[in-house]
């Protein structure tokens, strides 16, 4: 049985571009695996944490196919910082029977893109991160990756229960149907607050002491090439000690 | 004053310059232990090539389960180093590697996190720029154990020789950390330029480039520069996705970037605006990447660069 499973971790009102990767892979895999029918025993259920509001993002997931939706919604959890995303959606996960978890790999800031990880380590399962590429092998219960990172091109495969992240550019996310837009308006999503979950931890062991705008960087010389420019460039770079 | 453990970390069994900037970020803190963790009968190898940085002592663990199990069983014995010698402070280099490691010894640890620090004080408060580096952010781990990753060629690197005291030392990774198995590794694929994330220079193309890198390329290597490329351009497929700089590609901060042919959309911006300097060549004197210029030449990037080219070269005959 697959149950394919998406985190959302970091929630915007949008959903973001690199969790439509994932949702389309948990997509992909159901679809190449077995039926995806409602309720049936190959599902994607798309899991997010965030304010209430996160609720038409899932929906998005939902149009695009996904069976069902949990949104843990807390005020206890504004504010939440990685380690305490990570706890809550590790619980989360515990209490369903989920094979495969698939995570986008980070938001528009790359600061969460740790989360995935955080996860793995919580539930002890086998974390396959930065996936290029996906294969399940059903039989074997066993999925396997291309890890793609500066460091290079890893292949690595686990037995499931596994926590996948993938990277843009794995696949090309459809589109929601007339069809799916509608049948997600009439799917539930299942809104929990950590009275459901049980003991987690809901403070932050990082503080922000102050943010601030930064300063606007200042003008610059911008010249029109009268033949010139190369040279003025190279002076640029002398002046710089660049060269 | 605490005591820091950094993460030492290694391209081609060598030290890097991002292991001295970790160094150099943690000995504000206090005395730098370095942790080498080397395939089996490399851990000599891997620890003599630290020979800069204020780095006092090496403690060297050699396994063959860091390569075929990765972030995980790395975590793991990171996690044990701690808590044997209990330091206040643990710095990881962050790229994706360091990050995950990074979180998975904050989860075992119960310890707080702070990813993408640019700047560390004595007291371990960090500085972020978050929002596509328009904003300074400034945090601390509230935690008795401080977990933070340090951006890459942010910190100026104090390159003192040292020769720090080895120890060797023993872990076994745990079962549990190896649950996922590496069965095929290959290194990126490089071209004898810099890592672009660590470059001191950084040449990027767009697309005004119409697909031709060479004069990008030309004029990189004229300066050592990593070269770089905008979405357009790799999603036109004239440059590898793994050069793409943005907030969906690498996030670079060089002393100097040169953007040639690209207009500047802001997820461009967000991978870039932190660079020292930043130079911008575009026909368009309407691109928007020109507010960020502190030199802007409104030109063709062709002839603008094979004539700065051949004015470096002039230079260094």
């Excluded at chain 2, 990765?70 to 962050?94: C, M, R, T």
């Excluded at chain 2, 310890?111 to 952010?137: E, K, N, R, W, Y």
């Amino acid at each position: 049985m697959v149950d394919g499973l998406l985190d959302r971790a970091n929630v915007d009102a949008v959903l973001n571009d690199l969790d439509e990767y994932a949702v389309e892979e948990a997509l992909r895999i159901v679809e190449a695996h077995g039926g995806n029918e409602e309720g049936g025993p190959n599902t994607v259920t798309v899991i997010s944490m965030g304010p209430e509001r996160a609720t038409e993002a899932v929906r998005k997931a939902l149009s695009m196919g996904a069976n069902a939706a949990v949104l843990v919604s807390d005020p206890a959890l504004a504010g939440a910082d990685a380690v305490v995303t990570a706890s809550v959606l590790s619980q989360l996960i515990s209490q369903g029977s989920y094979d495969i978890v698939i995570c986008g790999t980070e938001s528009t800031d790359a600061r969460m893109s740790v989360v995935p990880a955080m996860i793995s380590e919580k539930l002890e399962w086998a974390q396959l991160t930065f996936a290029s590429k996906v294969e399940v092998d059903v039989a074997a219960q066993k999925a396997s990756i291309t890890r793609t990172t500066e460091a290079g091109v890893d292949e690595m495969s686990a037995q499931w229960p596994v926590v996948i992240s993938v990277v843009e550019k794995i696949n090309e996310p459809r589109y929601p149907s007339f069809k799916g837009i509608m049948a997600a308006k009439k799917k539930t999503i299942d809104v929990v607050g950590l009275a459901t979950l049980g003991t987690v931890p809901t403070s932050s062991w990082s503080t922000v002491i102050d943010s601030a705008p930064r300063p606007a960087r200042a003008a610059g010389v911008v010249i029109t090439d009268d033949g010139s420019a190369s040279q003025k460039f190279v002076d640029f770079l002398v002046e710089k000690k660049l060269i | 004053m605490s005591n820091v453990v950094i993460l030492a970390d290694f391209v081609g069994g060598v030290a890097s310059k991002s292991t001295v900037e970790i160094a150099t970020a943690g000995a504000g803190i206090g005395e730098v232990t370095a942790l080498v963790l080397a395939p089996v009968g490399q851990g000599a190898q891997y620890a003599n090539s630290i020979t800069q940085g204020p780095i006092a002592k090496i403690i060297v663990v050699e396994s063959n389960d860091f390569a075929l199990h990765g972030v995980a069983a790395v975590a793991d014995v990171v996690s044990q180093v701690i808590n044997e010698i209990k330091p206040g402070v643990v710095l990881f280099v962050s790229h994706a590697f360091g990050k995950e490691v990074a979180g998975r010894v904050a989860m075992k640890t119960g310890s707080g996190i702070i990813t993408d620090a640019v700047d560390i004080s004595p007291d371990g408060t960090t500085t972020q720029l978050v929002f596509g580096g328009s904003t300074t952010v400034h945090s601390k781990v509230t935690s008795e154990l401080s977990i933070i990753t340090v951006r890459p060629n942010t910190i100026a690197a104090n390159f003192v020789e040292v020769n720090p005291t080895q120890e060797v030392k023993s872990f076994e990774v745990s079962p549990s950390a190896k649950k996922a198995t590496t069965t095929s590794s290959l290194p990126p694929v490089k071209g004898g330029r810099p890592e672009l994330t660590e470059a001191n220079i950084v040449v990027s193309g767009g697309r005004g480039t119409n697909g031709d890198f060479s004069v990008v390329e030309a004029f990189a290597d004229s300066l050592g520069a990593a070269v770089g490329a905008s979405r357009a351009a790799t999603d036109a497929g004239w440059y590898p996705h793994s050069h793409q700089v943005g907030q969906t590609g690498k996030t670079v901060s060089p002393a100097l970037y040169v953007a040639c042919g690209i207009s500047g959309a802001i997820q461009h911006r967000a991978g870039m605006q932190t660079s020292k300097l930043i130079a911008v060549i575009n026909k368009d004197p309407e691109a928007p990447l020109f507010e960020l210029a502190d030199f802007g030449v409104v030109g063709d990037l062709f002839t603008v660069l094979a004539g700065a080219t051949e004015g470096i070269q002039a230079r260094k005959a």
